[in-house]
């Protein structure tokens, strides 16, 4: 998931052994799911069983749509659907997952992890609970880990999911029991690396699987949506997937191409001569020892101070932010993020090449010159 696409890139040079996987194995024989996604990925808009009552999800078949009109009724759509699968006891933490492509908004993961909750796990009167900002964690709680944690054993890894199992008022602790093995004790200051799992992230949802999935689907994430996006999601249900929402939606998901691109090289590199190879590499070795006096990458705040310019914080991000914009739009990718040093602080910023300095030169001068 980070730069390069190296098993991509592997098999492509073809110079390894390859096994290519033909069965599948997490939906039945001739599930709708596989052949709906099959459409998907041709770019055929699949014939999703169409239904207007949340309470009616029995009667369609394992491939449906939920019709609502806007992220409002969507989101209360699909308390309505997860209230109903309660009531034919489908077991709701084991089973079901909310998959949205977007945190915010009506129908992101953020709100409807708040709409969730007290169906997935109703509060009772002697449960203890801790509030943390606008949300509140009680046992039973199902969680997710945001980010790698090595200082646990075993290491916490993002994207783990978890179930609270103890909550103490009093100390502000609540202790999390990690599909991995872990048992972790959480405090204020480290309740931002986890949030609920009702409702998760398209994204985060990659390699798992689940009974039910429910999936938002809007206009109003048309920037999100793409044919990659939906099939992911759809192959994450292993009995039934139901998307909840607009059909234009569901349209412009299917027609949206948009494959992940990166220009790593690698595959040119795999299938080159040795002696191509070690000349490329004998002249990196040159050109690094040459370029070692002169930093070959540039931040904002390294130009800046180059330049010999005070910006004001506000000033940083919003030169960052035009940065930015104008280096992918030139190079069609984002830059590495590394650690830098300004000041006191040490945080991850933008490293651009300094064939890019311009880009950031263009920034500073517009934001500065308004200022």
């Known amino acids: 998931v980070g730069a390069g696409m190296v098993l991509r890139d592997l098999l492509n040079s073809e110079i390894v052994p390859t096994t290519r996987l033909q069965t599948i194995f997490r939906q039945r024989d001739k599930s709708?799911?596989?052949?709906?996604?099959?459409?998907?990925?041709?770019?055929?808009?699949?014939?999703?069983d169409k239904f207007n009552q949340a309470k009616s999800w029995m009667d369609v078949g394992e491939?449906?749509?939920?019709?609502?009109?806007?992220?409002?009724?969507?989101?209360?759509?699909?308390?309505?659907l997860v209230k109903s699968m309660k009531k034919e006891n489908v077991d709701l933490n084991q089973q079901v997952m909310v998959l949205a492509p977007q945190k915010e908004g009506a129908a992101g993961v953020h709100n409807l992890n708040k709409l969730l909750q007290p169906i997935f796990n109703p509060k009772n009167s002697k449960q203890q609970e801790i509030v943390s900002g606008s949300v509140v964690y009680r046992i039973g709680d199902r969680v997710i880990q945001l980010?790698?944690?090595?200082d646990t054993v075993p290491p916490v890894?993002?994207?783990?999911?978890?179930?609270v199992?103890?909550?103490?008022?009093?100390k502000q602790m609540v202790k999390i029991s990690w599909e991995g093995g872990a048992i972790v004790d959480y405090y204020p200051g480290y309740f931002e690396q986890i949030m609920h799992s009702f409702c998760i992230t398209?994204?985060?949802?990659?390699?798992s699987e689940f009974q039910y999935v429910i999936f938002p689907l809007l206009m109003s994430n048309y920037i999100m949506l793409t044919?990659?996006?939906?099939?992911?999601?759809?192959?994450?249900a292993q009995g039934t997937f139901i998307a909840v929402g607009q059909p234009e939606a569901l349209k412009i998901a299917v027609t949206t191409d948009k494959p992940a691109k990166r220009f790593t090289g690698l595959m040119a590199l795999l299938i080159s001569p040795i002696d191509e190879l070690t000349k490329t590499f004998s002249n990196l070795g040159k050109v690094r020892g040459v370029a070692s006096t002169k930093p070959s990458k540039v931040t904002v705040a390294s130009r800046l101070h180059e330049r010999g310019l005070t910006a004001t914080p506000g000033q940083m991000t919003t030169i960052g932010t035009i940065a930015l914009q104008l280096y992918e739009d030139k190079y069609g990718h984002r830059p590495s993020k590394q650690l830098e040093q300004v000041g006191k602080f040490r945080f991850k910023t933008y490293h651009y090449e300094t064939a890019a300095v311009e880009l950031i030169d263009s920034a500073i001068d517009l934001v500065m010159r308004d200022e």
């Open 32 to 48: 709708p799911i596989i052949y709906a996604a099959s459409d998907v990925n041709f770019g055929t808009i699949p014939p999703l």
């Open 63 to 80: 491939c449906a749509m939920l019709e609502a009109s806007s992220p409002e009724m969507t989101a209360k759509s699909i308390v309505e």
């Open 147 to 150: 980010k790698n944690r090595y």
């Open 157 to 163: 890894m993002n994207g783990e999911t978890g179930r």
């Open 165 to 170: 199992i103890a909550v103490d008022e009093q």
């Open 202 to 207: 398209c994204h985060k949802s990659q390699g």
């Open 227 to 236: 044919r990659q996006l939906l099939y992911t999601t759809m192959t994450r």
